[in-house]
């Protein structure tokens, strides 16, 4: 099982930015779906950014425009680069992933079939 480990997070003020990386036990991500999600206090979880084995990309409607996910296979990386944050951004973000077929599609960065789950990062941003 790959066992994400997240890192990057911080305090930040409004309109800053914050860069999260995700690390999945030194496999390459690319063999894997991997998700960034969301989770606020007394909230639901939330879909940020997910990322399919063949490249493709979905965010949340509340962070399309300011989020930014990239995968960096030689690193083993995958990033979220987070511009332009809002107060309403903050949460602890979970990299989360899952084993998909290299031809799978996505509509939606949604967290079922995610079985691997970081511990997460706590993203604060001050209003």
């Known amino acids: 099982q790959v066992q994400p480990v997240e890192s990057g997070g911080g305090l930040v003020q409004a309109g800053g930015s914050l860069r999260l990386s995700c690390v999945a036990s030194?496999?390459?991500?690319?063999?894997?779906?991997i998700g960034w999600f969301r989770q606020a206090p007394g909230k639901e979880r939330e879909g940020v950014a997910c990322i399919t084995r063949a490249g493709r990309i979905v965010y949340g409607d509340s962070v399309k425009g300011r989020f930014t996910l990239s995968r960096d296979n030689a690193k083993k990386t995958v990033y979220l680069q987070m511009d332009s944050l809002k107060p309403e951004d903050t949460a602890v973000y979970y990299c989360?992933?899952?084993?998909?077929?290299?031809?799978?599609?996505?509509?939606?960065?949604?967290?079922?079939?995610?079985?691997?789950w970081g511990q997460g990062t706590q993203v604060t941003v001050s209003s």
């Open positions: 030194g496999v390459r991500p690319d063999y894997y779906g």
């Open positions: 989360a992933s899952k084993r998909e077929i290299l031809s799978q599609t996505i509509t939606a960065c949604d967290s079922t079939y995610y079985t691997s």
